[in-house]
């Protein structure tokens, strides 16, 4: 649970009157009051943790203070805070993702572990909970509901039975339940979900939603469970509809979506931003690095119109209001001294930022040192030897139907399903064109021998292998080639250097990212790591991915059984609505 009231409201008072010194003062800065949508000149005061004291009469005298901070031409916000992130996906450790995120202002993130938790159950609720209190800034957990994200469709490292929710919605730093992402379990009243929903409503606290394209009598049926919020809303109608219906829309900007301009159509079109929070939901670290965090999804939104203040406020009030976090996201009495001190709220240039009231960036730069010496969870590829035979696609016949996974453009994370005729030579499938069609093997990582083979059309390379041990949400390993020597050395890669990423090019690696740590994160620093995630968008270019500014992205989501319409796992080709697998062949000619 989260609590962020003062633990000694006497002395906070007597510091609001001035019978005990206050430890700082901001004079004469221009402060957002989230309550009024204005910048005003104000006094404000910070006894400890909290805010003691704002003053609005900038003409009256200043309390005694230990500290006085001149606010002249400055602006004082509230701290950033995300509505829904993965930090598994900025593909740095805990430590790391705060040293890159904390200079942009954002001080608490919504953090649903459903990456870390899939591939190492508890012991990766554990490792991300224990970040908390040695990092300045708060990384709070929304217990994933999604382990694995659909049963008896993939098998990921860990399945979570609802008892465990019995005590993990009650631990420290814990907000509430992660995305109920498997939406249409809600919706056929599933026991495990169902009970998993039931365990969160009897500790009343925050669900957190996952409804791509949910509309009409399905949306209300998904929002009747208690579910508050969405991420995934995309056109305008989408928008209209669930923000009509009561939803918290959380405008997710991340690597390679592009749904912003729509979503604030939709939204300037209602007229009303109260129920709008922004998400970083999968945004990388190298994302991060070029186009900022919180910090630059306010200036994207109001790049597409979104008022700026509304903006501003999207980005700090609102998710604690969404996520029943009290005494956080305003610049107030009693609440916490998160704040971000800039000097162009326009083009939103943090300068200093303090954490619980004390200094932790100064010009833009951390002034504290952290460290993170944990050795843990880096031993969790698993898979069996393969051969090539594993690799090849074997029919009878002159031809074959196959069913193919078809993205529906380059920039999309929804595929389709089509039936596409394939030449078979020595009882082997050939694609043909070859480069429109790759093959894809999704192989399990967690010792259950399960490997599903399929072929997908408009994935972005058109020769070689790329290898991927990050594929949501199960995070087994996929591998996208065009014959099988290629796929056999990427995945000997990805086996030697404990998961990642890798692209193989005539039998040779040309890229490789490791990521020791659960298969998913880097304990190098955010330059390293930068760098590395540069040098494997440039082997996907290389390989025939022009199309995609952040190419590595892409094969993450051939497996995200929850998302539209049809994807693969390690038990085969998905269709995502019906819940149920598919043969790859469906005639042979």
Known sequence: MV???CNDRKRLSEASLGKIVNDKVFRNIKILNVFTKQWILAHVYVYKKWI????????KEILDCKQIINGDNLYLSPAFVDSHTHIESSLLTPLNYAKLVVPHGTLTVLEDAHEIA???????LKYMLESNGNIPMRQLLTIPSCVPSVPNLENSGATFDYSLYRTYLEKDYVVGLGEVMDYEGVLCSDE???KILDEAKNKKVYIQGHAPLLQGNRLSAYLCNG????HEARGVQEVIEKYRQGMWIDIRDANTNHNMPKIIEALSEIGNYDRVAFSSDDRRCDVISRKGHIDGIIRHAHSCGMPLIEAYISATYRPCLEANIG???????????????LDDIENVHVKDVYFEGKCVVKNGDMISHYEDTREALNQTVNIPDLDETNFLVYSKGSKVTMNVIKFESFSSS????IQQTFPIKNEKVELSPKGKYMFVSVINRYNKGTHTL???ENFGINHGAIASTVGHDAHNVTVVYDNPQNAIVALRQLKKQKGGFCAVESGCVIASMPLSIAGLMSNKNVADVVNEINNMNEANVKLGNIYIENPLSRITILSLLVCPYVKISDEGIVLTEEKKTIPLISEVI
């Open 227 to 230: 579910i508050k919020s969405d």
């Open 118 to 124: 899939n591939v190492c159950g508890e012991e990766g």
């Open 192 to 194: 495990r979900i169902t």
């Open 52 to 59: 003691s004291h704002v003053e609005y009469d900038v003409n």
């Open 414 to 417: 929804i595929t389709n399903l």
């Open 327 to 341: 005494n956080l996201g305003a610049i107030a009495p009693g609440y916490i001294a998160d704040f971000n001190v």
């Open 454 to 456: 399929g072929v997908v």
């Open 3 to 5: 609590d962020l009231s």
